[in-house]
């Protein structure tokens, strides 16, 4: 059959045959969905002027600027040709045409008998098209030709029959949705939900124009639909979402309290022009066609409040939930609220699941077809509808704000660890702002680490580079913070400069003990160089004393008494620039050594076998690692005798890392050497005293008492 019509359009002479009657071509273009398959363009009519009562033959091919979808039968589609006589009633004239082609559409023979007052018109209607959101407001037109044996003749056979425009807008591309520890309540329901305080997050979606959101239609499997994919649940995370939505048109609409609105599960009454209904689809297929939904309004008569929801069933943290129009208002444009509840256990760590949303069912085919389904539509995200509604700047939406300009490191080649710097991000608007931060790499690969990676509304995000594997060079790369359509994008420039190699670093081997305000001795390899420098904690511990052997280095610091009572600091030593590893040490309230000839008599001499201290008189010691005064108690020891109140126990002034200890020497004791101790303990702990090593001084009972 296509052969045979294809070779009447080429014979010579057809088209000079003299006409029957004349046609002028006209269009009733409708708008029509940009992401739909199967979108349903306006009637072509033909205006037609002929001699009375004649008998009209011929056949008549419609050239579509897109492809045809209606639904095929073997070559026939369902594109219909009328006749409306004088009095306005239209009679069919053929109930099917034949799809030669993707885009052409043809009626074979047929014939009609011209009204008595010489004038008819035909129109051709049901014409389903397949746009593509890249021709959006790019017109669908229609081509009409007759063959040479029609005696029709057409004047200005070129008509637009559609008019592309996006159909779908929502507050998102892609929404974000906060999981955390959620309550769920016993009874479940949408107001249950909302008074046991369990996580929500809204998606709302938006017309592009009226009529987008349409019900089922005579001759289609479903109306529209809207399909949220969602994923990123953790494993033990359950989801909830209305069975029933009513939109912005409808007595109260749905919302879970974003958007400016109240909170509502909804209430819907039937109206004379129609409000916006959606109905939860309980078990579509993965493209989200197939089934029927849970509520049909048909039957309601007045007000209708709902409160039901449903859990969405998940695998490894994907699902998704379907709904479909079942009312609409075709004169204005309208949107709903879909919430989203999400219980998890108390104490599950924050995670990000996310929420793609796009019309349904969802296909490829963009050609009519024997089974696909009508309505059917191209998954393509869909763009903000703030810009729609009008609302980008209310309070309700987030704003991102990110304090930094640009990060720039400088590392030696080789070097293990990472080097590390610090962006703020920040809500500076309302609502929950839902950021992730991304880093995008120009040259070299994976030598950034971001952590967190996202989060929600005010934040520190920590960005270290790790140079250890790359080579001498600049490397860059953009850090992408995206807090989502509305609040906006900020991108940070990243460079890296890898130099030369640094020397080996500086290796300690042994340290301590450490006690604030005293000294401590640190071992090790390449301590030692023109400059050193040594913190605990960032704060610089000052070197005393440098000592280098064949085998070790060895440095003598003061512990700053600023650390205070801490039990432990990172220890990192730099020698002329070169970094050790990071190494944890431990702190004592107390670990006292008395100091070389650190014993003295009252009168200022050294204490010695030559120069003994009198009894009854004071000996003076001199030590390190004894606790400060507000952090402990100092006592001493002598021969057998506990000191318990030194006369004097404390910093000496003016000597950093030393401690005295002034104590009277019992006058019961005879002439001998004996042992002497200072002792520490710390204020948490006083019970655990710890002593110095013994060190001998000499004592002597005046000569009156010698003997008594």
Known sequence: MRWLFCLLFALPGFAQLQPQIVCDATAEPLQIRSEGLTELAGVVALNCTGAASQTVSGSLTLFVSRPVTNRLSGESVDVRMTLENPVGVEQQILGSALLINANTVTFPIFSFTMPANGQAILRISNVRVA?????????????????????????NSLVTIAVPMRGLYANTTVARILCRGSNLPEEISFTDLIQAGTVASSLRVTEGMPASFTKRA?????????MLKYSGFPATARVFVPDVVVGSSGATPTSGGDFG???????????????LLLARVPNPDVNGGGDTPVFNPAAVTQNTTFNSVSEVRL??????????VMDSNAYSIETAQIPTFVSLPANTPEAIASAAVSFAPISTVGTASTSQPILRFLNVPPPVDCTVLRDCNQPYFPRLFV???????????GRAGFYQKYVRILNDNG?????????????????????????TNNATVIVSAVPEKLAKGVYTANLMIDAGPIAGTRVLPVTLTVTDPLPDPPVVTSAGPFVVGSFAIITGRRLVGEAVRVTLDGMEAQVMKRNVTTTEDTLTVLVPIELGRRTSAQLQITRDNVLSAMQTVQFAAAAPTILPAGIYNQNGDVNSQAVPELTGNYLVVYATGLPQPAFGKITARIHDREIEVPAYAGPVQGVPGVQQVNFQIPGDLPTMSTEVRVC????DNPAERVCSKPVLAWIQRPPETDGQ
Do not use: H
Not at 218 to 226: A, D, K, L, S, Y
Not at 407 to 413: M, N, Y
Not at 680 to 683: F, K, R, S, Y
């Open 131 to 155: 746009v593509a959101p890249n021709l959006e407001r790019s017109a669908v037109t229609a081509q009409l030709s007759t063959d040479g044996r029609t005696g029709i003749g057409i004047r």
């Open 218 to 226: 005579p001759g289609t499997q479903n109306g529209v639909r809207v």
């Open 261 to 275: 609105m109240t909170v509502s599960g909804g209430v819907y009454g039937p109206t004379l022009q129609g409000s």
């Open 315 to 324: 695998q490894n943290g994907q699902g998704w939930a379907v709904y479909e």
């Open 403 to 413: 304090d930094g300009q640009q990060l720039s490191f400088t590392a030696p080649q």
């Open 431 to 455: 609502g929950l702002m839902v950021w992730s931060a991304t880093p995008q790499y120009t040259s070299g690969a994976n030598w950034l680490k971001v952590s967190p990676e996202a989060g």
């Open 680 to 683: 520490g303990a710390g204020v």
